[in-house]
């Protein structure tokens, strides 16, 4: 295995450092890794490793091999760290990837027969997920995840996954360059595709047009679900903003100013009671405090849905789910209900 430090200078050395994807699938098709890429292996040109950091814009990928396995290499893009590749490219063989950019996000991917075994944020490594989130732990003894080298020991761990090898060979080896074109979300990612909510309304429907005409009813949805978890099903100014379309121009413009305030008043509310409250009070998530910054969450989504839209069948509500992400903090049914929804409208205004 190559030492962390060295692939962080090799890293530096390529201006790869701030954001990159390197992707290895231990296999030796690498037509199949191209195409499963979004790229036509018939389109590749040669192109020396170092040249890469030229072409920090668009959707180019360089491949090349490593012993057993076929590398992939991205400037500023992170392709292969998408589930929809991983996963078709792990049928190949075991695959691995490591993500970073400008902003710190990252993640270290391992994806076998099919699924995402096990995936983390390198600067959070206690939060896994996948089909078997452990499986990266035998792989990683004896690197330091809190090196400052992190982007390297990313590296050393995509090599002891896959055998790859990002030594200076490879680096004055041969490598092909194309252009992709980014290949399509999946509906559902694997760890929501076996959910029992798919077996009921109104999921059954939402899966059986999932296209613009869903859109309101998710948003509705979605809404009702964020006003029960923040306790403001009953609140007299979620009430009346739901019917505001019963509402003249004016009383409107007012509705919106009582929202606005409700809003600007919780927030500080919340910092307050932050402040008071033990710092062992778990889980986090159901702090007094926090129920009061999902109220401003709310109010506010509300102040937005009746400024832009009056919440009525004819007009529709804005698209409030990003905004409303925040407000559906912990667990339990209600938040894994609105994750579905959202991963379902996200679907459909894909393909609106």
């Known amino acids: ?49 170092e040249e890469l950091r030229e072409h920090y814009e ?7 091999r490593s012993g057993p396995a076929v ?9 292969g760290s998408r589930e929809e590749v991983l996963r078709p490219l792990s049928r190949h063989g075991r695959t691995a990837s490591a993500y970073w950019n400008v902003n710190a996000v990252s993640r270290l991917s391992l994806a076998e027969g099919g699924l995402i075994s096990s ?19 035998p792989l990683l003894e004896g690197l330091d995840l809190d090196d400052d080298h992190l982007w390297g020991v990313g590296l050393a761990a995509v090599e002891r996954a896959t055998g790859a090898r990002f030594d200076t060979s490879w680096v004055r080896g041969p490598h092909r360059a194309v252009q992709i074109t980014r290949v399509p979300e999946y509906l559902l990612g694997q760890g929501l595709i076996d959910s029992p909510l798919l077996k009921r309304e109104p999921f059954i429907s939402y899966l059986a047009g999932p296209g613009p005409s869903q859109l309101e009813p998710m948003r509705r949805h979605a809404l009702d679900l964020a006003l029960a978890h923040a306790d403001l099903r009953e609140h007299p100014l979620a009430v009346a903003a739901l019917a ?28 307050a009671l932050l402040i008071g ?7 986090e998530w159901e702090r007094p405090s926090h129920l009061v910054f999902r109220q401003a969450i709310v109010f506010g989504v509300l102040a937005q849905c009746v400024a832009a839209h009056p919440p009525t069948p004819s ?13 559906m903090t912990g667990d339990g049914a209600r938040v894994e209900e609105f994750w579905m929804v959202k991963h379902l409208h996200d679907a459909a205004r894909r393909a609106a």
């Open 119 to 137: 995936a983390f944020e390198m600067l959070a490594p206690e939060s896994t997920f996948g089909a078997r989130p452990d499986a990266w732990q």
């Open 71 to 79: 590398i992939v290499v991205e400037n500023n893009n992170y392709q």
């Open 244 to 271: 505001a379309a019963t509402l003249a121009v004016d009383a409107r413009v007012r509705l919106r100013e009582d929202l606005t305030a409700a809003h600007d008043q919780a927030l500080p509310r919340g910092r």
């Open 1 to 49: 295995m190559t030492s962390p430090q060295h692939l962080q200078g090799l890293l530096a050395d390529l201006g790869l450092e701030e954001a990159a994807t390197f992707t290895a699938v231990h296999g030796r098709d690498e037509d199949a890794v191209i195409r499963l890429f979004g790229g036509n292996a018939e389109q590749c040109r040669p192109l020396r490793l």
């Open 277 to 283: 409250e033990p710092e062992d009070f778990e889980p």
């Open 315 to 327: 007009e529709g509500l804005p698209d409030i789910l990003d905004s409303l992400v925040t407000a």
């Open 58 to 64: 668009g959707d180019l990928i360089l491949v090349s």
